[in-house]
């Protein structure tokens, strides 16, 4: 099983992106998908995650209003929309996948998720 992170670059702020985790050797089904960044000098932190069965969806703060998780069942992605960018989301971007079975309390517990992605990096600068 793999999964491909792909999609980031370099935009200015106010610029869009989306990033994919497309999933190899599997379906997402009875997984949830996390979404993880890790900032220059930051620990990587959760920033969205989606519930493959139901779409139950999470967005930390710093993001609610400006990202946007959607799916794609035939082609087992997950796609982050990313709108009106800033500087400081300037990260490393990494999707996991976790078994839904563990719960969704546990969907910001980087040790809950089975598969990772090999990251993807977003630069936001004028």
């Known amino acids: 099983v793999q999964l491909q992170a792909s999609g980031g670059g370099t935009v200015q702020p106010g610029a869009s992106l989306r990033l994919s985790c497309a999933v190899s050797?599997?379906?997402?089904?009875?997984?949830?998908v996390g979404w993880f960044r890790r900032a220059p000098g930051m620990e990587p932190n959760l920033i969205s995650a989606i519930r493959w069965r139901d779409e139950l969806t999470y967005y930390a703060d710093s993001v609610k209003g400006r990202f946007t998780l959607s799916r794609d069942n035939a082609r087992n992605t997950v796609y982050l929309q990313m709108n009106s960018l800033k500087p400081d989301d300037t990260a490393i971007y990494y999707c996991?996948?976790?078994?839904?079975?563990?719960?969704?309390?546990?969907?910001?517990?980087?040790?809950?998720?089975?598969?990772w992605g090999q990251g993807t990096l977003v630069t936001v600068s004028s």
């Open positions: 996991g996948a976790a078994q839904s079975r563990k719960g969704w309390s546990t969907i910001s517990n980087r040790d809950s998720y089975d598969y």
């Open positions: 050797g599997r379906t997402f089904s009875g997984y949830t």
